[in-house]
C-alpha cells in the first residue's frame, strides 16, 4: 500500500463520517467499520490466497453501503447534495477505487453489502 492510497482512504473515512456519523452514532459508525473490514478479511482468508490483508477500504464501502441504505430510506436524512466537496470525493472515491484490481473491488463490493446488511440489522 502506498501514501496515495493510504491518503484516499484516510479522506474516505473522513468524509463519509462527516455525513454519517452524528446519524447512526460513533459506536454504530465504528461497529460497522469494523465489522465490514472484519468479515471481508475472512472471506478473503477463506476464499483466496490471502497474503497481503484488505486495508481500510472494505470497512468504508461498509460505512458508504450503510449511507447508501439510509439515503434509500428516507432522502432527507442525509442531505447530501452533489455539488460539495465531499460529495463529489466520494463518487470519485468509489469509482477508481474500484479500478484497482479485482481482488480490490471484490472486497469493496462485499464491504459495501455488508454494509447494508448490518444497517438493516443494526440501524
Known amino acids: 500500500m502506498n501514501l496515495l492510497h493510504m491518503m484516499a482512504n484516510l479522506f474516505g ?3 463519509v463520517g462527516s455525513f454519517l456519523e452524528d446519524k ?3 459506536v454504530l459508525f465504528l461497529l460497522i467499520y469494523m465489522v465490514g473490514n ?3 478479511s475472512l472471506l478473503f482468508s477463506v476464499f483466496s490466497s490471502f497474503t497481503k ?3 481500510a477500504s472494505p470497512g468504508i464501502f461498509a460505512l458508504i453501503g450503510c449511507g ?3 439515503y434509500i430510506q428516507s432522502l432527507e436524512l442525509l442531505d447530501l447534495k452533489i455539488d460539495t466537496w465531499p460529495t463529489m470525493y466520494l463518487i ?3 469509482i477508481l477505487g474500484n479500478l484497482i484490481g479485482i481482488k480490490g473491488a471484490i472486497s469493496h463490493v462485499l464491504g459495501f453489502i ?3 446488511l448490518l444497517s438493516i ?3
Open 13 to 15: 473515512i473522513y468524509f
Open 24 to 26: 447512526i452514532g460513533s
Open 38 to 40: 472484519l468479515f471481508v
Open 53 to 55: 490483508g484488505t486495508g
Open 68 to 70: 447508501f441504505y439510509l
Open 92 to 94: 470519485l472515491y468509489i
Open 114 to 116: 455488508f454494509g447494508i
Open 121 to 123: 440489522l443494526l440501524v
